[in-house]
Nanobody, 119 residues
């Protein structure tokens, strides 16, 4: 059974930092492209940051320069370091794992972790 378990969310003041973790089980994380998405109330889920199986990264404009995505394949875990947080970063953050192979596309989601940025 595949599981992606996010952790590290919480309440933080504007300008603060959080590090989210996504621990995977049931899959070999190293072959998956990984992403962090977020969904604020009343809005669509949007990509925040992504990292390919090869280690290439890309970020949403809103995250560029403040957020860093990384992966530790030995620990089967992906991270999102978030600095200089703003109230508009408030959302539920989801981890996503995608792999396309000869058996087709596999796409998994975590349950989400709440991030609230407020004074």
């Amino acid at each position: 059974q595949v599981q992606l378990v996010e952790s590290g969310g919480g309440l933080v003041q504007p300008g603060g930092s959080l590090r989210l973790s996504c621990a995977a089980s049931g899959i070999i994380l190293s072959i998956y492209d990984m992403g962090w998405y977020r969904q604020a109330p009343g809005k669509q889920r949007q990509l925040v940051a992504a990292i390919t199986s090869g280690g290439s990264t890309n970020y949403a404009d809103s995250a560029e320069g403040r957020f860093t995505i990384s992966r530790d394949n030995a620990k089967n875990t992906v991270y999102l370091q978030m600095n200089s947080l703003k109230p508009e970063d408030t959302a539920v953050y989801y981890c996503n794992a995608v792999h396309s192979g000869i058996w087709g596309k596999r796409n998994y989601w975590g349950q989400g972790t709440q991030v609230t940025v407020s004074s």
